[in-house]
């Protein structure tokens, strides 16, 4: 019997092939593998490579047309998330957390949305680097900070990234490190089973 619904959103087109896609693909694939009775996954990104998944995938996944221009696209992705979230504001939400996303942002918190995040990078960071200008960077990471404080869990792909987490305030994170190794999941590794099911709030267990 399937008791949670849990909607997993990436900005990235998942015909990419690069890390934090081989991530996003192994950690679904599996986490439905090992509780596809107890959890529906759905899925959603953007396609702008008009190219398939660069691996094989055995949860459900919405991918939607959009334009190869990178502002264009990001405006898109974000209006099309947000009535998406809206729609489904009951549901628990995955967020994977990689650009600046006003619409989104204001949606979890005005809806009072359940949602969780994975952290790639550090935001404030990673828009200096890009010389994304300082208006941008003060955005960006006043969103990350006010996601990271709201979600229910982070997840986090290294541990420095970890770190800045708990320096912001994260009610519960753990790190999983991109390219996820199955054996992460043997149903053996009590603590780490623990962890990633923290998705659901009936099995919310080890975080502390």
Not at 81 to 87: L, N, W
């Amino acid at each position: 019997m399937i008791h949670e619904k849990i909607n997993t959103l990436t900005f990235n087109d998942i015909s990419i092939s690069y890390g934090p896609n081989i991530h996003y693909i192994e950690l679904w694939n599996e986490f439905n593998s090992i509780s596809k009775n107890e959890f529906q996954i759905n899925g959603l990104c953007g396609n702008w490579k008009n190219a398939s998944p660069i691996t094989n995938l055995n949860f459900h996944l919405k991918r939607f047309h959009v334009p190869e221009i990178p502002k264009v696209r990001q405006m898109i992705l974000d209006v099309y998330f947000s009535m998406y979230i809206i729609q489904h504001r009951n549901e628990i939400f995955y967020l994977r957390l990689s650009n600046y996303s006003l619409l989104v942002w204001l949606t979890l918190l005005l809806f009072k949305v359940r949602y969780f995040i994975e952290l790639n990078g550090i935001m404030e960071k990673d828009t200096k680097l890009f010389k994304m200008g300082n208006i941008n960077s003060f955005y960006a990471a006043l969103q990350e900070r006010i996601l990271i404080n709201g979600c229910r869990g982070c997840i986090a792909v290294t541990s420095q990234i970890e770190q800045f987490a708990r320096s912001k305030k994260a009610k519960r994170i753990i790190t999983i490190p991109n390219g996820v190794s199955n054996s992460f999941f043997d149903i053996k590794q009590k603590k780490n089973l623990d962890m990633i099911l923290f998705l659901s709030d009936h099995l919310l267990h080890g975080m502390d």
